[in-house]
């Protein structure tokens, strides 16, 4: 036997028996890798990578495809999300109260980069519930079919949410560990909870009653009614169940109702949306008398900050009441200042309702809130304070030599709504640049890959050699770059 060792090939000339054989490699493999160890230093799992350049290929797509692709070597595993199969699939729904099951396949960007998030919220709702086992699981329709196609599952991933061993609901809200860790909490209450004593109207506007809702809530909505046979206590338990796995909602009646509501200004029947981190409007009294789905657009539009971050996870909420946005640009210095403090100032006191006031911070250069002010404003000044129309796709920018008072955006925004300011810039998002929507690069050239594993590869003068999608001239010819950009195979999407 001969093997190489720190002194270069060595030769086992001894009797080979089990315990030679050990002392043998131990003496040549092992100091070997001890001589060498700056030379072949030790690759850890997320190294691997930076030995060979990703492929632009693989991440041509979107920015899911990227990380998916970034993670294509991390597996999942989970007691927290266990995965069933078409025999454990109705034991699950039938053993759990509330159970949210996520249909997917291995192949999908989107369940690749979500499913360490999946997981995680698994195991944060087994802390909650004290169970062993979590109300989440999954099904991958690669191996179930049958499961998948009884369950109507048409795109992945899909979760639907189990009750009482029934189907409730789809959830279609945020991919992420804490909305889906708020769904199911909430699922596992009644809605609307019933506040029995004063002590669970003081912990629930709070934020920490029930418990298992602690921490998962920015607002809540507390009604306040003199008898649970009123007409507004009935539309606000409707309400409730609308708003079941959206919204927090909690009521209480009789005497304590009464002195809770002079709390809050206001007398019973009432209906108070309570805003924990909203130190501009804390709570909200919506009118008297509104019917249900009245209530529930009112709820949803009360919920949001009165001057809060515009970020990509409320964008859509505030899309939703298809108004205008006035938007602040600053630094951190200036959304705690006293310019954020005039904004704040009229977005608090309704005048402007036509409007929804946000802002976007600047730290950072390579950050949204930088992306987005110059892609509206060539040379902004900072602050800035824009109001953006995007219905009519048009840009108003409030004028850079003006100080930034209440008078003066409460006159400029006077005039926007009289439409006496003629001359926005106009928005460019929507349209593709030269009406086209081409990858990157050209894709992969398959064919290429199947002459080559069949051995029909042609001779490199014969044929241009394309590796991945990047074509490569024949030796003593330039590269026409027309011809490189000229689409050769179907754009790709996924692998």
């Not at 850890?44 to 991440?59: A, G, K, T």
């Not at 600047?362 to 992306?371: C, E, R």
């Amino acid at each position: 036997m001969k093997v190489v060792g720190s002194e270069g090939l060595g030769a086992m000339e001894i009797q080979f028996t089990s315990t030679n054989l050990k002392n043998f490699i131990n003496d040549k493999i092992v100091t070997y890798s001890e001589d060498h160890q700056e030379e072949y230093p030790e690759t850890e799992e997320e190294s691997i990578d930076e030995l060979f350049e990703v492929p632009p290929e693989e991440i041509q797509d979107d920015p899911i495809a990227e990380d998916a692709y970034l993670l294509r070597r991390k597996k999942v595993t989970s007691p927290h999300i266990p995965a069933l199969t078409d025999n454990t699939s109705p034991e699950f729904i039938h053993n759990k109260a509330v159970g949210l099951i996520m249909f997917y396949v291995n192949w999908d960007a989107k369940t690749q980069v979500f499913m360490e998030q999946y997981a995680m919220a698994g195991e944060e709702l087994a802390k909650k519930t004290n169970d062993a086992t979590s109300p989440l699981a999954r099904v991958n329709c690669a191996d179930w079919p049958d499961v998948c196609e009884n369950n109507n599952i048409t795109r992945y991933p899909t979760f639907k949410l189990f009750k009482e061993m029934k189907l409730h609901s789809d959830y279609e809200g945020k991919m992420d560990k804490g909305s889906v860790v708020k769904f199911v909490s909430l699922h596992l209450l009644e809605s609307p909870v019933v506040l029995r004593m004063k002590a669970d109207v003081e912990s629930f506007i709070t934020g920490t009653y029930p418990s298992i809702i602690s921490g998962e809530v920015e607002t809540l909505v507390l009604g306040l009614f003199a008898e649970d046979t009123d007409k507004e206590a009935k539309v606000f338990s409707k309400v409730g169940k609308e708003l079941h796995g959206q919204h927090l909602l909690g009521y209480i009646v009789g005497p304590v109702a009464k002195e809770i509501a002079s709390r809050f200004e206001t007398d019973v029947p009432s209906v108070v949306v309570v805003k924990l981190n909203d130190k501009l409007q804390p709570y909200i009294v919506l009118p008297e008398k509104l019917p249900t789905e009245d209530m529930i657009a009112s709820i949803k539009q009360s919920s949001l900050p009165t001057f809060g971050e515009l970020k990509a996870s409320n964008f859509m909420a505030y899309q939703s009441l298809q108004r205008p946005f006035v938007i602040l640009f600053g630094t951190t210095e200036i959304i705690n200042g006293q310019t954020s403090q005039v904004i704040g100032e009229i977005a608090k006191s309704g005048q402007f309702s036509d409007f929804i006031f946000c802002w976007m911070n600047l730290d950072d250069d390579s950050s949204m809130g930088n992306y987005i002010l110059h892609s509206y404003i060539t040379e902004p000044a900072i602050p800035s304070v824009v109001m953006v129309n995007h219905k009519e796709g048009k840009v108003y920018s409030y004028p850079q030599p003006y100080d930034i008072t209440n008078a003066g955006i409460s006159k400029w925004l006077d005039l926007l709504k009289g439409g006496e300011i003629t001359n926005p810039t106009s928005l460019s998002a929507g349209e593709f640049r030269e009406g086209k929507w081409k990858p990157m690069m050209p894709g992969y050239d398959f064919l290429f890959f199947i002459d080559t594993e069949m051995g029909l590869k042609k001779e490199p003068e014969e044929r241009e050699f394309r590796s991945g999608g990047i074509i490569r001239p024949k030796a003593g010819k330039e590269l026409d770059i027309q011809q490189a950009e000229a689409p050769h195979a179907p754009p790709h999407t996924e692998l």
